[in-house]
């Protein structure tokens, strides 16, 4: 028997990452980006380093909204 694959987390897997700088969170969350500086130094948020700058995951910031909402 095979186990059942949920199709939202298959089509997620496919999909490349989407990630956000610094000033586009900022904008979206309506902070400044040394608040957003302030939460990483925290652990309040994760990030990814691609290169010299910091990224956001956009998977991460939806999860975070939507646990703000419950």
Known sequence: M?????PQKQNA?????????????????????MTLRRWRRLGRLETTHLGRGVRF?????ERIE???KA
Request: aromatic residues 6%.
């Open 13 to 33: 897997e496919l999909l490349p990452a989407v990630f956000l700088t610094a000033a586009e969170l900022a904008a979206r969350w309506k902070v400044t980006e």
């Open 66 to 68: 939507k646990e703000a």
């Open 57 to 61: 995951a956009l998977s991460t910031i």
């Open 2 to 6: 095979k186990p059942k694959i949920d």
